[in-house]
């Protein structure tokens, strides 16, 4: 799953916004920086860390899981 290693290395390129095919980031144009706004969605490809210019960025090896609802 993506992470942010630090918001204020984020230089606003947009880059992960503009590269991620599961679109899980936003971009916050009063900021300019990127949000993780989707993080469920992320399918670790690497696209966004290879091309953040900023290193603020980075893959995890959790995964994102929804509770299940009503198991016994």
């Not at 920086?33 to 893959?59: D, F, H, M, R, W």
């Amino acid at each position: 799953m993506v992470k942010r290693v630090d918001l204020n290395k984020c230089i606003g390129c947009k880059n992960c916004y503009t590269v991620c095919p599961m679109d899980v980031f936003r971009f916050d144009e009063e900021k300019r920086k990127s949000v993780i706004a989707y993080p469920e969605s992320c399918q670790n490809c690497g696209q966004c860390v290879i091309n953040c210019l900023g290193t603020a960025i980075t893959l995890t090896d959790e995964i994102f899981a929804y509770p299940i609802v009503g198991s016994r």
